[in-house]
């Protein structure tokens, strides 16, 4: 079959978006790991197709990279609030809208450029979950949060020694791992054992063993920050993806998880490889996240 095709991103996390409002599009994992191959297909992080949805003002089906489910995705739903802005499929004039996931529906504000597209949103991510029953993981409770347990700095065991992480769920799981000396790890994580640091780590080495370490029994996204001077420095490895240069939900879960190690405030820059988002933990309990979206460019595949 013929498919048109967008292709957006965020902060360069990019996504093929696939207008399914009029027709029952229905991809195999074979399909969309094709079409994100950045060799043989088009190239992306993932496949979003656009449905319609009876208690939103559209619906977001997305898929990773590797054909699985993804009950939610950060930057993907600011691109889907743009994908809907920009083709008129809601009134822009309100400056808001509510995006269907399957992680429930996502109330996203937004403004518009001088052309009347969308240019940023802000979009309430939602309560952040941290009982690990629910996130889930196996790890255990050693903090509470807003009457909740949470897992705060627990200890895995590693081929490279022992790291702590805290585990969120922001409609899908994190576990984030707040590094402070870089110099204690060992030589073999990092690209330029002399320059240890954030941006040097082996990130697709020690990510891909913790997504699929059994603390973790429906995989994870793994993050690796430091906070540094303005904000929080983060890489992620995101479930059935690998390493990408942004991930909403995962700077969300990182935002969580500094304020509930003590290491930051409940608002944040997260300073990711392809830019900043905003997140503000309200003390309302709502995750909110601000960040761009933007079209790349459109055209025709064949599958």
């Not at 048109?4 to 991103?9: C, G, H, M, S, T």
């Not at 990092?190 to 020690?206: A, N």
């Not at 059935?240 to 969580?256: F, H, I, M, R, S």
Request: with cysteine.
């Amino acid at each position: 079959m013929e498919l048109a095709f967008e292709k957006l991103n965020g902060l360069g996390n990019d996504f093929i978006f696939i207008d399914g409002t009029e027709r029952d599009i229905v991809l195999s994992a074979e399909q969309v790991s094709w079409l994100c191959d950045r060799h043989f297909g088009i190239g992306a992080d993932g496949v979003i197709v656009v449905r319609p949805a009876e208690d939103a003002d559209g619906y977001m089906h997305y898929i990773n990279s590797d054909g699985t489910l993804a009950q939610m995705c950060g930057n993907g739903v600011r691109c889907f609030a743009k994908y809907l802005v920009d083709h008129g499929m809601v009134d822009a004039s309100g400056g808001s809208l509510v995006a269907g996931t399957l992680a429930g529906p996502r109330p996203i504000a937004f403004e518009l450029n001088a052309d009347g597209k969308l240019a940023e949103a802000t979009v309430e991510m939602g309560r952040p979950v941290t009982d690990p029953a629910e996130v889930p993981c196996l790890l255990p409770a050693t903090a509470m949060c807003q009457g909740a347990p949470a897992a705060v700095k627990v200890p895995i065991e590693s081929p490279w020694g022992t790291f702590r992480f805290t585990a969120v769920s922001m409609g899908n799981p994190h576990a984030v791992c707040f590094v402070d000396h870089w110099q204690e790890l060992p030589d073999s994580l990092f690209s330029d054992p002399s320059d240890k640091r954030l941006q040097t780590l082996r990130i697709d080495d020690i990510g891909a063993w913790f997504e699929s370490n059994p603390a973790f029994p429906e995989k994870t996204n793994v993050e690796f920050a430091s906070v540094v001077e303005g904000g929080i420095e983060m890489r992620v490895f995101e479930r059935g993806c690998g390493e990408t240069l942004a991930c909403g939900t995962g700077a969300c879960a990182t935002a969580v998880a500094g304020c509930l190690t003590g290491r930051t405030d409940r608002a944040s820059k997260v300073m990711l490889l392809g830019g900043d988002l905003f997140i503000d933990w309200g003390a309302d309990g709502v995750v909110r996240m601000t960040g761009p979206a933007a079209f790349a460019y459109a055209g025709t595949v064949t599958l």
